[in-house]
């Protein structure tokens, strides 16, 4: 993954726990990078170790820390180093959602070897959908609901995710029902 991940990782763990907690899951992780290139592609290999030593050291579920990752990615990275697209991606909740089908496809021009996910929106209502997820990738929905509730925080409308289909359950891809409490 492009090295804005696991920046990312680092961001949180330093906001949250501090340098030395942060250099401590570096050492378990066995990751000797120094400095992450945000538009350098790393091996996903890095970014799977790093939130599994997070999980150790901070005794925490690696889902939990995953999910506590999808929040940080919207409410701090995204908005903070990539808000053109957050912007042109939607003003509600809704909408953005209506368009994170194609997000990270407009991506892929400024960065040629991301591996995105793949989402599909369906049965589309005024206060709900149906959020497919695929990827080549294991162990990531988690992830994508901690995105959903940084997402509903960012746009200020509360959201409930239930994942109704799991690919690590024998499913062929994940499903998760969106609810949203406000139209605006
Ligand atoms: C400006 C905002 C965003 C940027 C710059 C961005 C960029 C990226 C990048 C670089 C990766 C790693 C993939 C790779 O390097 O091959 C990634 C992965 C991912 N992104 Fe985004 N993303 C953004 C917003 C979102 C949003 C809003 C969602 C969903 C609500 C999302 C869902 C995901 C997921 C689930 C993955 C994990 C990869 C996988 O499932 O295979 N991203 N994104």
């Known amino acids: 993954m492009y090295g804005m991940v696991n920046k990312a990782v680092e961001d949180m763990v330093i906001l949250k726990h501090g340098e030395v907690v942060w250099e401590q899951i570096k050492a378990k992780a066995g990751v000797e990078v120094d400095v992450f290139m945000s538009n350098e592609s790393y091996a996903d290999d890095i970014t799977y170790k790093l939130v599994g030593a997070a999980s150790q050291v901070l005794q925490v579920a690696t889902e939990q820390i995953l999910m506590e990752f999808g929040e940080h990615w919207v409410l701090y990275t995204a908005k903070d180093g990539y808000g053109g697209l957050m912007t042109a991606a939607g003003k509600t909740l809704p909408e953005f959602m209506r368009n994170l089908p194609n997000f990270h496809s407009r991506m892929t021009m400024v ?49 409930t995710i239930l994942q109704t289909a799991i690919k690590s359950q024998g499913a062929d891809h994940d499903i998760f029902e969106v609810t949203w409490t406000t139209t605006s």
């Open 111 to 159: 960065f040629p070897k991301l591996q995105p996910p793949h989402f599909e929106c369906t049965e589309i209502r005024e206060r709900s959908l149906k959020l497919h997820y695929h990827s080549h990738r294991q162990g990531l929905a988690p992830f994508v609901v901690g995105l959903m509730r940084g997402l509903g925080k960012k746009f200020n409308t509360p959201v």
